[in-house]
């Protein structure tokens, strides 16, 4: 069965520093998107990806971070000046049509920010 | 932003019985609603969706109902597994929002053998 796959499964890294997390969608989906989970709370949209740009983003998501598909396979988030409160499992999804047959997720990667 | 609720954080049932996950919005534009399960240190995984012009959907042991004026859908499981035991979000889309999905806080189902 097709997945997404998100390296590196664990990252710990120190306030202040950028990080960039890796995901490959499944190679016939369209549609891309990054969210979050912090520990205990709700999973959250962060932001949605389709024909090279950015179709929706949401509150969280501010100007430290960004979104590449650099080589139409990969598809990266950066975080530029990490925080604290940027810990969390952070999960990458892909899907054919737009969500509504539901997304496929990756196994996530957990971010701590020491 | 609590467009999607399920009140229940867990919820523990005899295996065999029926498992009956709640959920409600207040978003009446959403398009469409979706049940995901989620082990720890895994991606939620897709169960089943309803398109918001249905009241029932079935897979398998698994039917979600939504009923619209009340603004509240639920996912039945029948009969309940103990691998079924795992953290059930609810979500919902809308076309107009980039597909972003919105969920619910979760409901953690246990089902004891």
């Known amino acids: 069965e097709p997945e997404v796959t998100q390296t590196p499964s664990h990252q710990v890294t120190q306030m202040g520093q950028e990080v960039i997390l890796r995901c490959v969608p499944i190679?016939?989906?369209?549609?891309f998107y990054w969210y979050r989970q912090i520990l205990g709370q709700k999973v959250e949209f962060l932001v949605s990806?389709?024909?090279?740009?950015?179709?929706?983003k949401s509150e969280i998501f501010d100007d430290q971070f960004s979104v590449e598909r650099p080589d139409g396979s990969n598809f990266t988030l950066k975080i530029r000046s990490t925080k604290l409160e940027d810990s969390a499992m952070y999960f990458c999804?892909?899907?054919?049509?737009?969500?509504?047959?539901?997304?496929?997720f990756g196994s996530g990667t957990r971010l701590t920010v020491v | 932003d609590q467009q999607v609720k399920q009140n229940s954080p867990s919820l523990s049932v005899q295996e065999g019985r029926i498992s009956i996950l709640n959920c409600d919005y207040t978003?009446?534009?959403?398009?469409?609603f979706l049940w995901y399960k989620k082990y720890p240190a895994e991606g939620p995984t897709f169960l089943i969706s309803?398109?918001?012009?249905?009241d029932k959907n079935e897979d398998g042991r698994f039917t979600v109902f939504l009923n619209k004026s009340a603004k509240h859908l639920s996912l039945h499981i029948v009969p309940s597994q103990p691998g079924d035991s795992a953290v059930y979000f609810c979500?919902?889309?809308?076309?107009?929002?980039?597909?972003?999905?919105?969920f619910g806080q979760g409901t953690e189902l246990s089902v004891k053998p």
């Open positions: 990806f389709y024909n090279n740009e950015i179709s929706e």
């Open positions: 190679s016939n989906h369209l549609y």
């Open positions: 979500a919902a889309l809308s076309y107009n929002q980039g597909g972003k999905l919105i």
């Open positions: 999804a892909s899907s054919e049509a737009g969500g509504r047959y539901g997304y496929t």
């Open positions: 978003n009446s534009m959403f398009d469409y």
């Open positions: 309803i398109s918001s012009i249905k």
